[in-house]
C-alpha cells in the first residue's frame, strides 16, 4: 500500500470504533483467553505501561515498526514487541511513555511523531502490565538507532503483508502458560509474534480492514 494512500485515510482510521475484545480472542492463546472476558484486574494491581504502534513510508509504502527485544532474565525475553516499557514518575500520561520508550530503544524524534489513535487496552498477565497501545505516525522515513542493550534487532512490516491473511498460523510453543501448546501468531520471516502483541496487531489489522 502506498504510503500517500495510507496517510490519506488517517482519519477513518481515527474515528473507527474500537474491535477491542473481538480482535483480540482471534489472536489469544486458549489458556489466556479467562483474561480477557470479564476479568477483574483490580487484584493483581497491574503496572501500567505503553507502547507504540509506529507507522512510516519507506521506498514509499506503508510499514509499521515492531522491535526484537534482546535476551534479558525476563519473560518477554528475544520475543517481538512493539515499542515501549513501563510508566516511569516523570510521565505526564502513557501517551508519553510509549513516545518516550520508542525514542530511547529505536532513536525516533518525537518531533516526527503525530499520535493517531489508542488502541484497546490489554493485560498482560505473567508481568502483571496493563498495556495502553498508541497509533503514531511519521511523515518522513526514519533512521533507527537501536539500544543494544534492549533491542536486538527490527522488523519493518508493511501494511500489506500486514493485512495478508497467510501470516495468521497456529504454531506449538513453549509460553508461561503450558509447555508445547498451540497457539495462534503472525509469522513474519520466520519470527513468530504472539501473545500481546498478535493481539495489538489483530485489531490494528480489523481497523484496517474496515477502512482500507
Given amino acids: 500500500m502506498q504510503f500517500e494512500q495510507f496517510y490519506n485515510r488517517l482519519s477513518a482510521v481515527a474515528k473507527q470504533p474500537l474491535f477491542a475484545l473481538d480482535a483480540h480472542l482471534k489472536m489469544a492463546p486458549l489458556e489466556r483467553v479467562q483474561y480477557l472476558q470479564n476479568y477483574d484486574y483490580s487484584a493483581k494491581n497491574p503496572k501500567a505501561s505503553a507502547v507504540l504502534s509506529l507507522f512510516y513510508p519507506k521506498n514509499g509504502l506503508a510499514h509499521l515498526l515492531l522491535i526484537v527485544r534482546s535476551s534479558y532474565p525476563g519473560v518477554h525475553s528475544s520475543q517481538i514487541a512493539f515499542p515501549g516499557g513501563k510508566k516511569e514518575v516523570e510521565d505526564v500520561n502513557l501517551q508519553q511513555?510509549?513516545?518516550?520508550?520508542?525514542?530511547?530503544?529505536?532513536?525516533?524524534?518525537?518531533?516526527?511523531?503525530?499520535?493517531?489513535?489508542?488502541?484497546?487496552?490489554?493485560?498482560i498477565p505473567p508481568s502483571n502490565f496493563m498495556v495502553s497501545a498508541f497509533m503514531g505516525i511519521a511523515q518522513q522515513p526514519q533512521n533507527f538507532v537501536l539500544q543494544p542493550d534492549e533491542v536486538s534487532g527490527i522488523i519493518e512490516l508493511s501494511v500489506a503483508e500486514l493485512l495478508n491473511d497467510s501470516l495468521v498460523q497456529n504454531v506449538r510453543m513453549n509460553t508461561s502458560y503450558g509447555s508445547d501448546i498451540s497457539?495462534?501468531?503472525?509469522?513474519?520471516?520466520?519470527?513468530i509474534v504472539w501473545g500481546a502483541t498478535a493481539m495489538i496487531l489483530s485489531e490494528i489489522k480489523e481497523t484496517f480492514k474496515s477502512v482500507f
Avoid at 530511547?104 to 488502541?119: F, H, R, T, Y
Avoid at 497457539?183 to 519470527?191: C, L, R, S, W
Wanted: proline letters at 3%.
Fill in 183 to 191: 497457539v495462534p501468531a503472525f509469522v513474519i520471516n520466520d519470527h
Fill in 97 to 123: 511513555t510509549a513516545l518516550r520508550e520508542a525514542n530511547e530503544e529505536v532513536g525516533i524524534s518525537l518531533a516526527d511523531i503525530e499520535i493517531v489513535k489508542q488502541w484497546s487496552d490489554l493485560y
